[in-house]
Nanobody
Framework: QVQLVESGGGLVQPGGSLRLSCAASGSIFSINAMGWYRQAPGKQRELVAH???????NYADSVKGRFTISRDNGKNTVYLQMNSLKPEDTAVYYC?????????????WGQGTQVTVSS
């Protein structure tokens, strides 16, 4: 059973910072690409940041220069450092991992963590 457990969400003021973590556990053979997505009420889920197994990163234009995605392969964990937060960053943030199992390669999602940016 593979689980992605997210943490680090919460309420912050505009201009503040949060660091999200997502740790994978279970019978995992390998983890390839990992990413962060977000979904605001009434909107579709969108890609925020992506990091490949080799460390190549991609970001949505709306977060470039403010967010940083990183990973610790030894801990099977991906992070999202969010700085200079804006009210429009308010959303539920989900992590995703491409997980290699004995039976094949599958995408797994975290449960989501709420990020609210408000004064």
């Amino acid at each position: 059973q593979v689980q992605l457990v997210e943490s680090g969400g919460g309420l912050v003021q505009p201009g503040g910072s949060l660091r999200l973590s997502c740790a994978a556990s279970g019978s995992i053979f390998s983890i390839n690409a990992m990413g962060w997505y977000r979904q605001a009420p009434g909107k579709q889920r969108e890609l925020v940041a992506h990091i490949s197994s080799g460390g190549t990163t991609n970001y949505a234009d709306s977060v470039k220069g403010r967010f940083t995605i990183s990973r610790d392969n030894g801990k099977n964990t991906v992070y999202l450092q969010m700085n200079s937060l804006k009210p429009e960053d308010t959303a539920v943030y989900y992590c995703k991992a491409e997980v290699g199992l004995q039976v094949g390669l599958y995408d797994y999602w975290g449960q989501g963590t709420q990020v609210t940016v408000s004064s």
